[in-house]
């Protein structure tokens, strides 16, 4: 598996597990652990998840997952804006950490800006920190205006990752949010990486790449992601059968002729695009 080395010198696997909208429903219960459980045998060690998925059910359904092979994962989970105050950030992070059933997070990110100043959350994420209750810290869905801000409170400059909503559809952090984060290392970490509901995957010019590589479309859009050096990708995965589909991706390598064909279909931006958000 590709690996992505943080600030700290921490290597990461490139390609994770995203959770979203897993945990929802007992009736896919024992395939989602299942699927998770494969990930973590296919190198995708990295498992994403927060505490507003399915009200906390999905962290239960990651907990669950990774009982007995906790040392073998990178565990990223995400504060809701309404909890970030210093107390109620650190409350929230010992309710998920229950919830996983880990003493620990590897990394812990603020899911979006919310009403609580930012000094107030880095503060409790250094406390955090010193207690030995999460390794890292950082934020999500932050665009260049709010990174600059953050840069500006005492500690921030601990802020390893920001994980954005980037895809072939939304490309717009190319133009100036990845470069900002790039010059001071910051990591980002692009969730839906293929999309939403299945759209993206039928356009006729992934359907094109995949073909000429017998591969799938997803895991072209996964190699898009995966392209911008430093770049880490969450695909979320309910079955085993998507879970294959997804790590095969960690190994595509696409031609000029294809990235000329996705440009063509899916425009680099031209000027600055607020950052989009799901």
Partial sequence: MRTVELADGTSVPAL?????MMGETGARHGEEVAALRLGLDLGM?????AEIYGDGASE???GEAIEGRRDEVFLVSKLAPSHASRRGTIAACEASLERLGTDRLDLYLLHWRG???LGETVAAMEDLIDAGKILRWGVSNFDVADMEELMEVEGARGCAVNQILYNLDHRGP????LPWLD???VAP???SPIGQGGALLRRPALVEVAERHDRSPAQIALAFTLRHPGTLSIPKASTEAHVRDNAAAADLRLDAEDWALLDAAFPPP???TPLAMI
């Fill in 16 to 20: 994770g597990q995203g959770t979203w």
């Fill in 45 to 49: 060690t990295l498992i994403d998840t």
């Fill in 60 to 62: 239960e359904l990651v």
């Fill in 115 to 117: 009403r609580f100043p």
């Fill in 174 to 177: 190319e133009f100036d949010l």
């Fill in 183 to 185: 010059e001071r290392i």
């Fill in 189 to 191: 970490m692009a969730y």
């Fill in 270 to 272: 031209e000027r600055k």
